[in-house]
C-alpha cells in the first residue's frame, strides 16, 4: 500500500470521541494522519489524545505559534490524499456551504483540492432541520461525500436519526477514497469462497483448511473498484465484505453448486476461489455414530464439479478456477482448465511457505486457456486479486 495522507476536521460534538478510534484505525493501516480541532472540539477531547493516537501535532488554533514554517493550513491542504469531517456538526456543515473560512478547518478545507467526506452527527430535529439538508445537498453538488448518519439513540436521550454513522463504514470509505477506482464499473462478479463442510452426523463433519482470505480479498478489492459484487461464502470466520451487493452463506458442496447456479445467469465473471469438497459421506447419520470396539468405516460419495458444471453453460462469462496443490502443480491446473472450460486458473504450491490456506500473502502461478503461464512472487493476497480482476477486466472488454 503506498503511503498517504488523511487529515481529519474534528467538531465539537460528543461523539469527538469516537474519532480517536477512526484515527487510530487509520494509523493501523499504515496511512500519515493529521487531526485539526475546533475550538469546541476541544472541550470533547484533549488536542495530546489526537497526537498520541496520529504522531503529529493536533492543529487547533490559526493564530498558534506555528510548528512549522509552512503557512500550515495550505501545507495540509496539499498533503491530504483524503479530507474527513468526523464528527461533523451542523454548524460547520453550515460554513462550508456558506464559503464561510474563519478557523484553521473550514479555511483548510477551503484550499485543499483533495476528495472531502463529511460524517455529520448532531441532534434528530437539527439533522433534518431544511436548511441543515439544503446545505448537505449543496455540498453533495459540489462533489462533497457524505457518509450518513445512523438511527438510534443519541446523547440527549432521543431516538433518531443522526448519530454518527459505524466507525467502521466511515474507515472502509476513508479507504475507498484512498485505493478504490471505478475501473470494474457496470460489471457484475460473483465469488465463491471458503471451505465447504460435508456432515457425517449431527456432530461430526468433512471439511478442509481453507480460511477464505483469498476469495474474500477478491471479492473486496471488486467492490473497491467499482463491481457489484455477489460473493458465496462456506463457513469462515471472516467480516462480511462492506459494499457487498448480495451475500450468500452456504455449507456443503451441495448448497454451494446450488447458490452459484441460482446467480450465475446475472454475473459476467465467475472467480471460483473456494475449496470445494471432491467427495463426501455417502450416508448421513440422524443420530451420533457411537464409539465402538475396531475400526469405523465410512463410505464416500463423489460430490458434484461446480467449476465442471459451470463450464458447461459457460457461453460468454468469464470462468476462474483455482488450483491449490502439493505436487504435480503445473499438470493438475492445465488439466483443470480443459476439463472445466476455464478462461484461466490461478494455480499455487501449498508446500511453500506464504502460499495457501490461512496467510495473508500468497504464490500463485496463473495459467490460460492457450497454455500461457505468467509466474508471480509473494504478495498479499489483495494484490494477486487485483493481478486477477486485471486479468478479468482484459477478457470481459475484448469480447
Known amino acids: 500500500m503506498e503511503k498517504k495522507t488523511v487529515v481529519i476536521g474534528v467538531c465539537g460534538g460528543i461523539a469527538a470521541y469516537k474519532a480517536c478510534d477512526i484515527v487510530s484505525k487509520l494509523k493501523k493501516l499504515d496511512l500519515n494522519v493529521h487531526v485539526i480541532m475546533t475550538k469546541s472540539a476541544c472541550e470533547f477531547v484533549a488536542p495530546m489524545t489526537f497526537q498520541t493516537l496520529s504522531q503529529n501535532f493536533a492543529i487547533t488554533d490559526m493564530f498558534e505559534e506555528p510548528k512549522t ?153 471488486a467492490i473497491m473498484r467499482g463491481a457489484e459484487v455477489t460473493l458465496i461464502s462456506g463457513p469462515t470466520s471472516l467480516d462480511r465484505p462492506r459494499g457487498v451487493h448480495k451475500f450468500v452463506q452456504t455449507s456443503s458442496a451441495e448448497s454451494l453448486y446450488n447458490a452459484v447456479n441460482d446467480n450465475f445467469e446475472d454475473c459476467d465473471a465467475l472467480i471460483q476461489s473456494a475449496a470445494v469438497a471432491d467427495y463426501k459421506p455417502k450416508n448421513y447419520s440422524k443420530k451420533k455414530v457411537k464409539k465402538k470396539d475396531g475400526d469405523l468405516s465410512i463410505e464416500l460419495a463423489r460430490t458434484k464439479d461446480v467449476a465442471k458444471e459451470m463450464g458447461k453453460i459457460k457461453a460468454d462469462k468469464v470462468l476462474v478456477g483455482f488450483a491449490a496443490e502439493t505436487n504435480d502443480l503445473l499438470q493438475n491446473a492445465q488439466r483443470k482448465i480443459e476439463s472445466k472450460n476455464l478462461d484461466f486458473i490461478v494455480a499455487n504450491d501449498l508446500t511453500k511457505e506464504g502460499a495457501g490456506f490461512n496467510t495473508d500473502t500468497n504464490i500463485v502461478k496463473i495459467i490460460d486457456a492457450d497454455g500461457n503461464m505468467e509466474d508471480y512472487p509473494k504478495m498479499s493476497k489483495e494484490d494477486v486479486a487485483d493481478i486477477i480482476l486485471d486479468k478479468v477486466k482484459a477478457i470481459i472488454e475484448n469480447q
Open 69 to 221: 514554517w509552512d503557512v500550515e493550513h495550505i501545507s495540509l491542504a496539499k498533503k491530504a490524499d483524503t479530507f474527513l469531517i468526523v464528527p461533523a456538526t451542523a454548524n460547520v456543515i453550515g460554513k462550508i456551504a456558506g464559503g464561510i473560512a474563519d478557523d484553521m478547518l473550514t479555511t483548510t478545507v477551503m484550499a485543499t483540492k483533495a476528495p472531502v467526506i463529511i460524517a455529520p452527527a448532531m441532534n434528530t430535529n437539527m439533522y433534518e432541520n431544511p436548511i441543515v439538508q439544503d446545505n448537505i445537498e449543496k455540498l453533495k453538488g459540489y462533489g462533497y461525500k457524505f457518509v450518513e448518519p445512523a438511527s438510534g439513540r443519541l446523547a440527549c436521550g432521543d431516538l433518531g436519526r443522526g448519530k454518527l454513522a459505524d466507525v467502521d463504514d466511515i474507515v472502509h470509505e476513508v479507504y475507498v477514497s484512498l485505493f478504490g477506482s471505478d475501473d470494474l464499473k457496470g460489471m457484475k462478479i460473483t465469488v465463491t469462497a471458503g471451505p465447504t463442510v460435508e456432515d457425517i452426523d449431527p456432530v461430526r463433519y468433512i471439511t478442509n483448511r481453507s480460511s477464505g482470505k483469498m476469495g474474500y480479498s477478491i471479492a473486496k478489492r
